[in-house]
């Protein structure tokens, strides 16, 4: 699967790589702008959560994500620079120590850090999605294409994960009035 979405937008990103460029919008830039912001304080917390699980799996997937979205945030700093766009401000990286040292009360469990990453990845795919729907400039939509793609991948899998841990929230399901009720 993997291979035939990056093959696709390969293939896309071939036919536009020499068309002529217009200035970014308000909106593209934005949304590159609010996007950045977002990769630059995930990474935060992902580390954060990097330096407080001590569950081997979570803290593979939680390391992937980190340098899937290091990488894309790096391909949006260069993009904003060559656009002329000033970066936003961020919060400072967190250096990296051992779970051991985190006093209980202040440790976030694997529960709140696997959601924490979920909504993450969420609240990103959708403003990436905004943003290939809104942008005039293909090679805007293309990039933000790509990030969405990585994050599908990340978040369809990390789903996997969180379910076979218990850690995935749901809310109830729906009955409309007069459905037959289904028994647990």
């Known amino acids: ?7 696709m937008l390969g293939i896309l990103q071939s036919h536009t790589d ?27 917390f992902y580390r954060m959560a990097l330096n407080t699980t001590d569950d081997e799996q979570l ?20 993009f904003l620079i060559k656009e002329g766009v000033p970066l936003p401000p961020t919060s400072e990286a967190k250096p990296d120590s051992s779970s051991d ?4 009360g202040v440790k976030l469990t694997d529960d709140e850090i696997a959601n924490g990453i979920s909504l993450k990845l969420a609240s990103v795919n959708v403003l990436c999605a905004t943003t290939v729907s809104q942008s005039i400039r ?4 293309l990039m933000f294409l790509e990030f969405q793609t990585h994050i ?7 789903k996997t994960l969180m379910e076979k841990r218990g850690w995935l929230k749901s809310p109830p399901p729906y009955l409309p009035p007069g459905a037959p009720t289904q028994k647990p």
């Open 1 to 7: 699967m993997k291979s035939i979405l990056k093959s």
């Open 18 to 44: 020499n068309e002529p460029k217009p200035p970014l919008h308000v909106g593209e830039v934005m949304n590159c702008w609010t996007t950045f912001a977002i990769f630059k304080e995930a990474q935060v």
């Open 59 to 78: 803290k593979k997937k939680t390391q992937e994500i980190f340098n899937a979205s290091v990488r894309d945030q790096n391909k949006l700093k260069h």
């Open 101 to 104: 040292k985190i006093p209980m």
């Open 138 to 141: 293909t090679d805007v939509g």
């Open 152 to 158: 599908l991948l990340f978040a369809a899998d990390f």
